[in-house]
């Protein structure tokens, strides 16, 4: 083995295990985008298609359990059918609300990011991300709300 390699290497284990100083800390912060977006200014009419949506949505999917319940019964070709057109029809029904819902969407979203950039830059917050993707990915495990929660912040900024 090359002897000097031997005397560096205890040099390059010290170097390696320093912490780097020079990285500062970074800052997470969390915004309930639900909450921002009814705040907002102009957004009643999102809000009015989104709960459309949901109510639609409730209905076909009752309708479709209980055509389920009576073709999985009956096994008759004509309740199968009456099935896949229900199923189908959810389907459809469901592209053309999400189309729907992101072009409404999309002017309130670019406020909404302007004014949690805004926030979040005024703030020293490095990341945020919304509370209810994180909860519900498992993403985030705890979160000091307290300390993390820029929702009020971003209310302020959009109104």
Same mark, same amino acid.
């Given at each position: 083995?090359?002897?000097?390699?031997?005397?560096?290497?205890?040099?390059?284990?010290?170097?390696?295990?320093?912490?780097?100083?020079?990285?500062?800390?970074?800052?997470?912060?969390?915004?309930?985008?639900?909450?921002?977006?009814?705040?907002?200014?102009? /957004?009643?009419?999102?809000?009015?298609?989104?709960?459309?949506?949901?109510?639609?949505?409730?209905?076909?999917?009752?309708?479709?359990?209980?055509?389920?319940?009576?073709?999985?019964?009956?096994?008759?070709?004509?309740?199968?059918?009456?099935?896949?057109?229900?199923?189908?029809?959810?389907?459809? /029904?469901?592209?053309?609300?999400?189309?729907?819902?992101?072009?409404?969407?999309?002017?309130?979203? /670019?406020?909404?990011?302007?004014?949690?950039?805004?926030?979040?830059?005024?703030?020293?917050?490095?990341?945020?991300?919304?509370?209810?993707?994180?909860?519900? /990915?498992?993403?985030?495990?705890?979160?000091?709300?307290?300390?993390?929660?820029?929702?009020?912040?971003?209310?302020?900024?959009?109104?």
């Amino acid at each position: 083995m090359n002897p000097k390699f031997l005397a560096l290497t205890p040099l390059l284990l010290l170097a390696a295990a320093q912490p780097h100083a020079a990285t500062p800390a970074k800052k997470v912060g969390f915004v309930n985008v639900q909450a921002a977006v009814k705040a907002m200014p102009g /957004s009643a009419n999102y809000l009015k298609l989104v709960s459309k949506a949901d109510a639609d949505l409730k209905a076909r999917q009752k309708t479709i359990q209980t055509l389920a319940a009576k073709a999985n019964a009956t096994r008759k070709s004509a309740d199968i059918t009456a099935l896949n057109n229900a199923q189908k029809a959810l389907v459809t /029904s469901q592209q053309a609300q999400a189309k729907s819902m992101a072009q409404s969407f999309a002017p309130l979203a /670019s406020k909404l990011n302007a004014a949690v950039a805004k926030v979040a830059k005024a703030n020293g917050y490095s990341i945020v991300l919304d509370q209810r993707v994180a909860a519900q /990915s498992g993403l985030v495990v705890y979160a000091n709300t307290a300390a993390t929660d820029v929702t009020a912040a971003v209310i302020k900024a959009v109104k």
